[in-house]
């Protein structure tokens, strides 16, 4: 099982980046996906969520209408667009991969990662 996550990089305040997530999963069609970010000194935080049926999805208010998931069964990948991004959306932004609810933001209840990407935003 492997996730690959990419497409970070250094942004300016305002601006948009994509970040994608390839996985190598059986039946990853089947896994509600995730991302999470995590910066200097900080927790791990929740940042969106899609499902593995009918692609609902579910995101922290922090990101809300700034930030869309989506995901392509097909190519087993799951993307992560961000727009109007604040220096304060910095950090490192990982995939994650459960069976179960799109609900639910704890990492714990993860079980696949993976390794990080950054997300630079300057003012």
């Known amino acids: 099982v492997q996730l690959q996550a990419s497409g970070g990089g250094l942004v300016q305040a305002g601006g948009s980046l994509r970040v994608f997530c390839a996985a190598s999963l059986r039946t990853f069609s089947t896994y509600t996906m995730a991302w999470f970010r995590q910066a200097p000194r900080k927790e791990r935080e929740f940042v969106a969520s899609?499902?593995?049926?009918?692609?609902?999805?579910y995101y922290a208010n922090s990101v809300k209408g700034r930030f869309t998931i989506s995901r392509d069964n097909a190519k087993e990948t799951v993307y992560l667009q961000m727009t109007s991004l604040k220096p304060e959306d910095t950090a490192v932004y990982y995939c994650?991969?459960?069976?179960?609810?799109?609900?639910?933001?704890?990492?714990?209840?993860?079980?696949?990662w993976g390794q990080g990407t950054q997300v630079t935003v300057s003012s």
């Open positions: 994650a991969a459960r069976r179960g609810t799109v609900y639910q933001t704890s990492p714990d209840a993860f079980d696949y």
């Open positions: 899609i499902s593995w049926g009918e692609g609902s999805t």
